[in-house]
């Protein structure tokens, strides 16, 4: 079940909505995990398991830590715990890629298992390991009901695509949390607008990126069109997962934290991975970057550090060497910046900033996209006139007017823009007050304009989850 989907917004969210607001406050953790429960058992059935197995296992370990701090079972028992779900992740989502790359080495012919990959999983273990991990370094005090610990890790607006919620991030809300009509509005609002940035902007931006891919009269255009419209794809796609995630989060009374803050506006790489995935960024940098040293050791060491976490960040987002290729090209560019690249861009115009920042990330998602050197090799010589086909044609031509709009339409939704006339609208002693009476009027047509979108399109697949 996604959030784009009729059975999530007319049978699953109504229904649960109901139930949750009518229990009393006490049971409402409840009633939350067993509606996330069923919520990922429609989509993984059996896999459910896999998911209570994660909770039970990380709330045990931190209990027994808990009670053993201090002592050398309390760090035996933390490292159970990262190894258990370390183990899980890489069994489950990088079997075939390990032995197929053992096989390539040695020459072997092991068969590959093709082990299903269980939604979210990428996501509620480096939940759960980080919670161990907090708890053990005396971040987060430990949870004793595992009711509520177990609402917390199967929590359905954010467990299969994000954002990575930490728990002490939300910790003291599980039991102590308020509900306003205030915030349900606020929420509503949110994912209503987390729901059209999917499906009217990326679901009509992956129809692009297919048409561009499957042209066969090939044209210079069209290799930017399918590298354009998957950049723009996968930010839509994700980010409006995030504003809905977070905006059925407000509904229900919880505050996570924002995941992406308009990174294409980035005037460096450094400033753009800190308004990108910002929940992954804040991961990595707590359990892996910081624990190795940081950039508090010598120069050779902080090299291998960011080495380090590029390759995990890549490794994480999926189980093929471009993914890989992807996390390190960061880790160089980034590395770059860091050494010497950032004095000469702070004393570079503006725009020239945000060029650099725009050609990098353009490259950066032909390597995440494309799967072999040879397909990444070919977009890029595509797209600078290299690959000997014309600059456009007419195929070309008539699918950047089919879809211009749209383009131009996310371009601009990229930008903060819009939300700064509204908020200096709002501010407007004549404006605010109809800001206020067209906001709900507004999303009501916003709803019925996705409602009809999805009934005419059956593509609602989020993209992430493929990571």
Request: no cysteine.
């Given at each position: 079940?996604?959030?784009?989907?009729?059975?999530?917004?007319?049978?699953?969210?109504?229904?649960f909505?109901?139930?949750y607001?009518?229990?009393?406050?006490?049971?409402?953790?409840?009633?939350?995990l067993?509606?996330?429960?069923?919520?990922?058992?429609y989509?993984?059935?059996?896999?459910?398991?896999?998911l209570?197995?994660?909770?039970?296992?990380?709330?045990?370990?931190?209990?027994?830590?808990?009670?053993?701090?201090?002592?050398p079972?309390a760090?035996?028992?933390?490292?159970i715990?990262?190894?258990?779900?370390?183990?899980?992740?890489?069994f489950?989502?990088?079997?075939?890629?390990?032995?197929?790359?053992?096989?390539?080495?040695?020459?072997?012919?092991?068969?590959?298992?093709?082990?299903?990959?269980?939604?979210?999983?990428?996501?509620?273990?480096?939940q759960?390991?980080?919670?161990?991990?907090?708890?053990?370094?005396?971040?987060?005090?430990?949870?004793?009901?595992p009711?509520?610990?177990?609402?917390?890790?199967?929590?359905?607006?954010?467990?299969?695509?994000?954002?990575?919620?930490?728990?002490q991030?939300?910790?003291?809300?599980?039991?102590?949390?308020?509900?306003?009509?205030?915030?349900?509005?606020?929420?509503?609002?949110?994912?209503?607008?987390?729901?059209?940035?999917?499906?009217?902007?990326?679901?009509?931006?992956?129809q692009?990126?297919?048409?561009?891919?499957?042209?066969?009269?090939?044209?210079?255009?069209?290799?930017?069109?399918?590298?354009?419209?998957?950049?723009?794809?996968?930010?839509?796609d994700f980010?409006?997962?995030?504003?809905?995630?977070?905006?059925?989060?407000?509904?229900?009374?919880?505050?996570?934290?924002?995941?992406?803050?308009?990174?294409?506006?980035?005037?460096?790489?450094?400033?753009?991975?800190q308004?990108?995935?910002?929940?992954?960024?804040?991961?990595?940098?707590?359990?892996?970057?910081?624990?190795?040293?940081?950039?508090?050791?010598?120069?050779?060491?902080?090299?291998?550090?960011?080495?380090?976490?590029?390759?995990?960040?890549?490794?994480?987002?999926?189980?093929?060497?471009?993914?890989?290729?992807w996390?390190?090209?960061?880790?160089?560019?980034?590395a770059?910046e860091?050494?010497?690249?950032?004095?000469?861009?702070?004393?570079?115009?503006?725009?020239?900033?945000?060029?650099?920042?725009?050609?990098?990330?353009?490259?950066?998602?032909?390597?995440?996209?494309?799967?072999?050197?040879?397909?990444i090799?070919?977009?890029?010589?595509?797209?600078?006139?290299?690959?000997?086909?014309?600059?456009?044609?007419?195929?070309?031509?008539?699918?950047?007017?089919?879809?211009?709009?749209v383009l131009?339409?996310?371009?601009?939704?990229?930008?903060?823009?819009?939300?700064?006339?509204?908020?200096?609208?709002?501010?407007?002693?004549?404006?605010?007050?109809?800001?206020?009476?067209?906001?709900?009027?507004?999303?009501?047509?916003?709803?019925?304009?996705?409602?009809?979108?999805?009934?005419?399109s059956?593509?609602?697949?989020f993209?992430?989850?493929?990571?």
């Amino acid at each position: 079940m996604v959030f784009s989907s009729i059975p999530f917004l007319f049978y699953f969210l109504p229904v649960f909505l109901a139930l949750y607001f009518a229990v009393p406050k006490k049971a409402r953790n409840a009633v939350l995990l067993l509606a996330s429960l069923f919520f990922y058992y429609y989509g993984e059935t059996g896999y459910v398991l896999l998911l209570v197995f994660s909770s039970v296992m990380d709330y045990t370990i931190s209990t027994f830590i808990e009670r053993n701090r201090g002592k050398p079972s309390a760090k035996a028992a933390l490292l159970i715990s990262v190894i258990g779900n370390m183990l899980v992740l890489g069994f489950f989502k990088y079997s075939d890629f390990f032995i197929a790359n053992i096989n390539a080495l040695l020459g072997t012919s092991l068969p590959l298992p093709h082990i299903h990959l269980p939604l979210g999983i990428s996501f509620y273990t480096f939940q759960t390991m980080s919670y161990t991990i907090d708890v053990y370094r005396g971040q987060a005090r430990p949870q004793r009901n595992p009711i509520d610990f177990a609402a917390y890790v199967t929590m359905f607006p954010q467990l299969v695509a994000g954002p990575i919620v930490r728990y002490q991030t939300i910790g003291a809300q599980l039991n102590n949390r308020k509900h306003s009509w205030e915030d349900f509005s606020i929420g509503a609002t949110r994912f209503i607008i987390g729901l059209g940035k999917k499906v009217i902007i990326a679901d009509t931006l992956g129809q692009l990126n297919a048409a561009a891919l499957a042209a066969t009269d090939k044209a210079a255009l069209f290799y930017w069109l399918a590298v354009v419209s998957f950049m723009l794809q996968i930010y839509f796609d994700f980010s409006g997962y995030s504003d809905m995630a977070i905006g059925l989060g407000r509904i229900l009374g919880f505050r996570f934290l924002e995941n992406f803050n308009y990174p294409f506006i980035a005037k460096s790489i450094s400033e753009f991975w800190q308004r990108w995935h910002i929940s992954m960024g804040t991961w990595f940098r707590e359990y892996i970057y910081i624990p190795l040293g940081g950039n508090r050791v010598s120069r050779l060491k902080w090299v291998r550090n960011i080495a380090v976490v590029w390759f995990v960040t890549g490794l994480w987002h999926g189980a093929a060497w471009n993914f890989i290729a992807w996390g390190l090209y960061f880790g160089v560019i980034l590395a770059l910046e860091k050494l010497f690249l950032m004095k000469r861009l702070e004393k570079t115009p503006s725009a020239l900033r945000h060029l650099y920042v725009l050609v990098v990330i353009t490259i950066s998602f032909v390597i995440f996209h494309m799967e072999s050197v040879s397909a990444i090799t070919e977009t890029l010589k595509g797209m600078i006139g290299l690959a000997g086909v014309p600059v456009v044609n007419s195929e070309s031509v008539y699918a950047l007017k089919s879809y211009g709009f749209v383009l131009i339409l996310a371009a601009f939704g990229a930008t903060p823009v819009l939300r700064s006339l509204i908020r200096k609208a709002k501010q407007h002693p004549k404006w605010g007050t109809a800001v206020d009476i067209l906001t709900p009027v507004l999303n009501i047509v916003l709803l019925l304009v996705v409602i009809a979108y999805m009934i005419d399109s059956s593509s609602n697949f989020f993209l992430y989850f493929r990571f």
